[in-house]
């Protein structure tokens, strides 16, 4: 059962433009939801995170779109470079059972 | 401070044999969290400890996969008698009490021959 659903699988952007990655989820018990970047060989860092009573949260060029009402949010960044070539994963943390749901990751890669 | 550490980083078995896996959390952590992440997927819950006590391991496969957190000491994923099926990145995070943001360790990528 897939509980947090992300898309596409892979992205191919040019250098400067605007990379988009969507995740859906189904629980609504679900209250904090983070992205996490990796890089080949490496564990997971998380890279930005935002609550469901916020609607958007920006951190530099990289921001979290959330819709409550669609349990749908999405992940943008600006002026996108090759160094944000990485793996993308969303997530959905539960505080009653404190567990991380993670999508199935997205592979970002930045041509110049 | 030093980050969530994985050893060993990289694990080579042979089928039947046993693997063991560690983790030791961040200072200060009492929560820890084991992933797998097979090639070209996504990372998959497998169990949720605190010390001395097992809280989810819903997403551990029912035989041969066991984990502990003891009192002292790192945590420990323990796969026996291994197949290749169990070939994979084997990530641990750790997060303080009542926090959400998990740390990740850099992973342990065992190779089953």
């Known amino acids: 059962q897939q509980q947090v659903k992300q898309s596409p699988q892979s992205l191919i952007v040019q250098k400067g433009g605007i990379s988009i990655i969507n995740c859906a989820y189904e629980?609504?018990?679900?209250?904090?939801f983070p992205w996490y970047q990796q890089f080949p060989g490496k564990g997971p860092a998380l890279l930005i995170a935002i609550r469901p009573d916020v609607s958007e949260k920006k951190e530099g060029r990289f921001t979290i779109s959330f819709n409550k009402s669609a349990k749908q949010f999405s992940l943008h960044i600006m002026d996108s470079q090759p160094g944000d070539s990485a793996t993308y994963f969303c997530?959905?943390?539960?505080?009653?059972?404190?567990?991380?749901?993670f999508g199935t990751g997205t592979r970002l890669t930045i041509i110049p | 401070n030093a980050g969530v550490m994985q050893n060993p980083r990289h694990l080579v078995r042979r089928r039947g044999q046993e693997a063991r896996l560690r983790c030791s959390p961040m200072?200060?952590?009492?929560?820890v969290y084991w992933y797998r992440q097979l090639p070209e997927e996504g990372l998959k819950f497998m169990v949720y400890?605190?010390?001395?006590?097992?809280?989810?391991e819903s997403g551990m496969p029912k035989e041969r996969f066991s984990a502990e957190f003891p009192k002292e000491g790192p945590s420990i994923l323990r796969i026996q008698q291994v197949v290749r099926g169990d070939s994979a990145a084997y990530f641990c995070a750790s997060s303080p009490q009542t926090e959400n943001e998990a740390f990740f360790g850099q992973g342990t990528r065992l190779t089953v021959v």
């Open positions: 200072k200060g952590h009492s929560h």
């Open positions: 629980n609504t018990a679900f209250d904090y």
């Open positions: 997530a959905a943390y539960n505080f009653g059972n404190e567990k991380l749901t």
């Open positions: 400890l605190q010390k001395e006590n097992i809280i989810d």
